[in-house]
């Protein structure tokens, strides 16, 4: 069954606030100005993809994504420099959140202001991923096996939980 256009735009509204909350609460904890700086710039630009959102649904009460929140939180755990919170958001989340919006626009119906709500996204999501491989380039590569293990866990976790390709298109 095709879900609703409300409940595709609270599932990715979900996402949105997921993104919106962990980078923006860990910004300032980064050690690394770059990517502090991306984080918050990342926060920021989805911060606004979930006001549209909001103000496409009205009044709702819609929690971040339970699973994208854990996988984002994981990655600010694992690195103080905010390196894995920038692979999080460039390789893992990012390019699944850009499948999730092209699956939504397949299924919603008629309905002009989500479209631009899913364009933007799309937008903003490859944006910050290009910003953030900008950003990264300047680094020297992270060669830690801990470090390239906690990488592949975070991939594991969404693949795991039915994540492999997109965050989906509803709850």
């Known amino acids: 069954m095709t879900p609703s256009n409300e409940e595709i735009a609270e599932h990715l509204l979900s996402?949105?606030?997921?993104?919106?909350?962990?980078?923006g609460?860990?910004?300032p904890k980064m050690l690394d100005?770059?990517?502090?700086?991306?984080?918050?710039?990342?926060?920021?630009?989805?911060?606004?993809?979930?006001l549209a959102t909001r103000a496409y649904l009205g009044d709702v009460d819609v929690p971040p994504l339970a699973l994208l929140e854990a996988v984002l939180r994981f990655a600010v755990g694992a690195d103080e420099s905010g390196a894995m919170a920038m692979f999080a958001m460039s390789i893992a989340v990012g390019p699944r959140l850009l499948v999730s919006l092209l699956d939504a626009r397949g299924a919603i119906t008629d309905d002009p202001?989500?479209?631009a709500i899913l364009e933007r996204a799309s937008q903003v999501g490859v944006a910050q991923?290009?910003?953030?491989?900008?950003?990264?380039s300047t680094?020297?590569?992270?060669?830690?096996?801990?470090?390239q293990n906690a990488a592949r866990d975070l991939v594991n976790t969404l693949e795991t939980a039915g994540s492999a390709e997109?965050?989906?298109?509803s709850r």
């Not at 100005?33 to 979930?50: F, M, N, P, Q």
């Not at 680094?139 to 470090?147: G, M, Q, T, V």
């Not at 997109?166 to 298109?169: D, V």
Request: glycine share 6%; aromatic share 12%; with cysteine.
């Open 15 to 23: 996402c949105f606030e997921a993104i919106y909350l962990v980078l």
């Open 25 to 27: 609460e860990s910004a």
């Open 33 to 50: 100005d770059a990517y502090v700086i991306r984080s918050y710039e990342t926060a920021r630009a989805y911060g606004e993809l979930a």
């Open 113 to 115: 202001e989500l479209l």
């Open 129 to 136: 991923i290009r910003a953030i491989g900008d950003a990264a």
């Open 139 to 147: 680094r020297p590569p992270i060669e830690d096996l801990a470090w």
């Open 166 to 169: 997109s965050l989906g298109i």
